[in-house]
């Protein structure tokens, strides 16, 4: 990575691109790239969430939920494991409890 780059890629985002012994599986600024378009991701979903929220539907695990499988599905440019990220970071932002969101199946 640049060395000028003063963002730092969080353990829980830079694990999703490591292998079982810890190697990074893609080059340092590929993962800050998808690092800062998740980050970004989260932090823009936080306003829609709490619309639906205030809107009144269901409650927050299931907008978070509804949010997840919106991100996670075919064509909109996320691996899982990456949507689960989003997901589980929005939830922290907005001082939510995690959902309990499916488990990852080995991506292809």
Do not use: K
């Not at 998808?34 to 989260?42: H, I, K």
């Not at 922290?92 to 199946?105: G, I, K, M, Q, V």
């Amino acid at each position: 990575m640049d060395a000028s780059n003063q963002i730092e890629v969080p353990p829980s985002f830079s694990q999703l691109f490591r292998s079982r012994s810890g190697r990074l599986l893609q080059p340092a600024e590929t993962v800050l790239q998808r690092y800062e378009l998740c980050e970004d991701l989260a932090c823009t979903l936080t306003e829609q969430a709490q619309q639906l929220y205030q809107r009144g539907h269901s409650d927050e695990e299931a907008v978070l939920l509804g949010l997840y499988h919106a991100i996670a599905g075919e064509g909109a440019g996320l691996a899982r494991a990456e949507a689960r990220w989003v997901i589980l970071r929005l939830a922290e932002l907005l001082r939510w409890r995690s959902p309990s969101l499916p488990p990852l199946a080995p991506e292809a």
